[in-house]
T-cell receptor, first 113, second 113 residues
Framework: GENVEQHPSTLSVQEGDSAVIKCTYS??????FPWYKQELGKGPQLIID?????GEKKDQRIAVTLNKTAKHFSLHITETQPEDSAVYFC????????????FGKGMKLTVNP | DVKVTQSSRYLVKRTGEKVFLECVQD?????MFWYRQDPGLGLRLIYF???????EKGDIPEGYSVSREKKERFSLILESASTNQTSMYLC????????????FGSGTRLTVV
């Protein structure tokens, strides 16, 4: 089955810096890759996703890139702000097959003011 | 906005008690999921359901059961709570199709004493 690995497990940056979170997946049939943000005391919330027919997607300060050949995808956050501090999860699934998302273990991002 | 509501934010139960965790979604999603979240272990799938009265085991079903009598409600049952079931429990729902992300509830922090 699918296996998603996420690294690093923690990241600390200064406000205004960029942050990159990387994930790799094992099943080349996976074609949907969402990213979730979990703030303290809350459930994870979908912030951006990408499908396998697209190499990059942007939404304001966040972007996701996908490299299907290497089977990895990354979340990029520019101009980080203290409110970006949270745990971020990547995930993968395959449309037309199992619809379950397989999650990475999460990365705790701390943005220092 | 889709809402997934978990009945309790915090719950304290005694070892051996039967515990019910309730989850309700209001957007007619077909798929529903129960995860537990523990530090360092990420999100682990307990059970999921693709339709009313249907259930499938996830990665860690031991000690748990589920019930889905109505489309909008998915209940997680701890038949005889144990201390190693102390955890954060997250419910999620998903529109069928496989390339839609999950919508999570806010979670239930269960402590078994």
């Amino acid at each position: 089955g699918e296996n998603v690995e996420q690294h690093p497990s923690t990241l600390s940056v200064q406000e205004g810096d960029s942050a990159v979170i990387k994930c790799t997946y094992s099943d080349s049939a996976s074609n949907y890759f969402p990213w979730y943000k979990q703030e303290l005391g809350k459930g994870p919330q979908l912030i951006i996703d990408i499908r396998s027919n697209v190499g990059e997607k942007k939404d304001q300060r966040i972007a996701v890139t996908l490299n299907k050949t290497a089977k990895h995808f990354s979340l990029h956050i520019t101009e980080t702000q203290p409110e970006d501090s949270a745990v971020y999860f990547c995930a993968a699934s395959m449309r037309g097959g199992s619809e379950k998302l397989v999650f990475g273990k999460g990365m705790k991002l701390t943005v220092n003011p | 906005d889709v809402k997934v509501t978990q009945s309790s934010r915090y719950l304290v139960k005694r070892t051996g008690e039967k515990v019910f965790l309730e989850c309700v979604q209001d957007m007619d999603h077909e798929n529903m999921f129960w995860y537990r979240q523990d530090p360092g272990l990420g999100l682990r799938l307990i059970y999921f359901s693709y339709d009313v009265k249907m259930k499938e085991k996830g990665d860690i079903p031991e000690g748990y059961s589920v019930s889905r009598e109505k489309k909008e409600r998915f209940s997680l049952i701890l038949e005889s709570a144990s201390t190693n079931q102390t955890s954060m429990y997250l419910c999620a729902s998903q529109l069928i199709g496989g390339d839609y992300g999950y919508t999570f509830g806010s979670g239930t922090r269960l402590t078994v004493v």
